[in-house]
Nanobody
Framework: QVQLVESGGGLVQPGGSLRLSCDVS????????IGWFRQAPGEEREAVSSKSYRDQSTHYVDSVKERFTISRDNAKKMEYLQMNSLKPEDTAIYYC???????????????????WGQGTQVTVSS
């Protein structure tokens, strides 16, 4: 069973920054797609961002555009979500996920993804 390992969550004040990490060393393919999702208490899981390494397409949900940035360190087999200008409404459990076959994909649909991390809590509060 492939396991993605997340880290980097925590408590931060409004306006602060966090960088989430996702260890994808268990993924042996080069052309997968990475997705970041979040789920707040009582809410459905929401797609935050995704990038496909097959066609280099990148997506962000409107509420995080200009604040969040997805990136990768291929040598370290790590994926990152840099989160700046954090707001209380960003509070949620954040998950990384991998889509092994990124063709004609619906980037925001959780069912497109094959493997998931365990989640990391992000709390934005003063």
């Amino acid at each position: 069973q492939v396991q993605l390992v997340e880290s980097g969550g925590g408590l931060v004040q409004p306006g602060g920054s966090l960088r989430l990490s996702c260890d994808v060393s268990a993924i042996t393919l080069d052309y997968y797609a990475i997705g970041w999702f979040r789920q707040a208490p009582g809410e459905e899981r929401e797609a935050v961002s995704s990038k496909s390494y097959r066609d280099q397409s990148t997506h962000y949900v409107d509420s995080v555009k200009e604040r969040f940035t997805i990136s990768r360190d291929n040598a370290k087999k790590m994926e990152y979500l840099q989160m700046n200008s954090l707001k209380p409404e960003d509070t949620a459990i954040y998950y990384c996920a991998v889509d092994l076959v990124p063709y004609n994909r619906r980037w925001s649909d959780p069912d497109e993804y094959d493997y998931w991390g365990q989640g990391t809590q992000v709390t934005v509060s003063s």
